[in-house]
């Protein structure tokens, strides 16, 4: 197979290098240059992007649909679309997210993901699914956000046995209320066998939350949603996981889930290594506008806002990723090496995928984004191939 050569302005996690190149071959990056004339081997074909941004293909953690379809119709056919829309939005990897539902209808859609993954390859799926996000039914009716209340429950033995079993050897994060009943007492056993768990849905205090991460959570669902919020004298989850050097979080940057101020303050106490930029996006994403089913509910989406219906509940997000990303950098100033960190090498980190996937480095898998001036995807590009192009 012939080596191919991107040029354009490369984004590495520490810098940009203006009209540097990006040799590939076969599937991975066989080297970044500052100069075309570095490269020797006459058998290169160069793709000059001009003055677009090249930078690694986005992660997102923690997504449930797209295009009409979700993670729990449990059809490797609505994992495809949503694979399809992840590469429309520049995502090259994403966790395949449940919702709280009865053990038996979150095992199916593990087994269909699990299906799927398997053979992601030969049916040649636009995006990689790179595992499973477990998002309930382990958590407090409290802090239910768009969580189905009757499917809300405490976590017990047979049901750790089942996901274990279920999980196997997938990537897989799972959240819970650490406060809630004996779920406290099953995460050394979850962390042990491989999950990355997380606080998410939860009402503990400060101190619950710090015995979880005591216990092995190291992670954080949707900061400030559906947790107990700060207050001075009470500073709930919220004022844990901002307060906990090593516990990395999920923040939806559209402006509606989380108040740009918020977004600054966080980025100001936390470093920006820990965070990870998240769409918690619906079967909406994609879609377009309209009332759509969501379990025994039904969500409203009106512009870049999902509701319960009749409710100011927010339901997830329509919010694409490579929005995200501009946004965190129009809203907090922070760099853009920064903000594609938040997209990419961070969400890599997190799954223990980062010598593979989530930067642009000699070795790694050829997966890449090219933007334009405004964060919009020109081209997607996963193990060396074209998956998505304007």
């Known amino acids: 197979m ?22 590939i071959e076969k599937e991975r990056i066989a080297g970044v240059y500052a ?22 293909g986005l992660i997102d953690l923690h997504l449930h649909g797209a295009l009409g379809k979700d993670v729990m119709d449990c059809r490797e056919e609505s994992l495809r679309q949503i694979a399809l829309h992840q590469a429309r939005c520049g995502v090259t990897g994403f966790l395949a997210t449940t919702v709280s539902a009865s053990l038996e209808s979150i095992l199916e859609a593990v087994e269909i993901i699990q299906k799927t993954i398997k053979s992601q390859f030969d049916q040649q799926l636009p995006s990689e699914i790179l595992g499973v996000y477990i998002e309930g ?12 209340p009757d499917s809300i429950k ?3 033995e047979i049901d750790v046995d089942h996901l274990i079993k279920a999980v196997h050897d997938l990537k897989a ?16 056993r979850l962390k042990k066998h491989g999950f990355i768990v997380a606080v998410g849905h939860s009402n503990a205090t400060y101190e619950q939350a710090l015995e979880g991460f005591d216990k092995g959570i190291c992670h954080a669902t949707h900061l400030f949603n559906a947790m107990s919020g700060f207050d001075h004298r009470e500073p709930g989850v919220v004022g844990a996981v901002l307060d906990s050097d090593d516990v990395s979080a999920e923040l939806i940057a559209d402006g509606i889930h989380v108040h740009p101020a918020a977004l600054r303050l966080t980025v100001a106490r936390k470093s920006t290594d820990k965070l990870c930029l998240v769409t918690d996006s619906l079967k909406a994403a994609g879609a377009g506008d309209g009332t759509y089913r969501w379990g025994k509910m039904e969500i409203e989406v009106r ?20 929005q995200a990303v501009k946004n965190m950098i129009d809203w907090t ?19 223990g995928l980062e010598e593979e996937i989530g930067s642009i480095q000699t070795g790694k898998m050829a997966n890449l984004t090219i933007f334009d001036k405004e964060f919009v995807v020109l081209e997607t590009v996963l193990r060396g191939k074209t998956v998505f192009k304007q």
Do not use: C, W
Not at 2 to 23: E, Q, S, T
Not at 181 to 187: A, G, P, T, V
């Open 2 to 23: 012939k080596k191919k050569a991107f040029r354009g302005n490369v984004v590495l996690p520490d810098r940009i290098i203006d009209r540097g190149v990006i040799l």
């Open 35 to 56: 100069h075309q004339s570095e490269i020797e081997d006459r058998g290169v074909e160069f793709i000059d992007y001009g003055e677009t941004l090249i930078g690694p």
């Open 154 to 156: 405490e976590m017990g």
């Open 137 to 148: 039914p382990f958590l407090s009716k409290q802090q239910k956000g768009a969580q189905d």
């Open 173 to 188: 994060i799972i959240s819970l209320a650490p406060e809630v009943d004996d779920n406290l007492r099953y995460i050394p």
């Open 333 to 351: 100033g922070i760099s853009v090496n920064q903000a594609i960190n938040m997209a990419s090498l961070n969400p890599a980190r997190v799954l």
């Open 303 to 322: 512009g870049p806002r999902a509701t319960m219906k009749n409710t100011d509940v927010l339901a997830g997000s329509v919010l694409s990723l490579n």
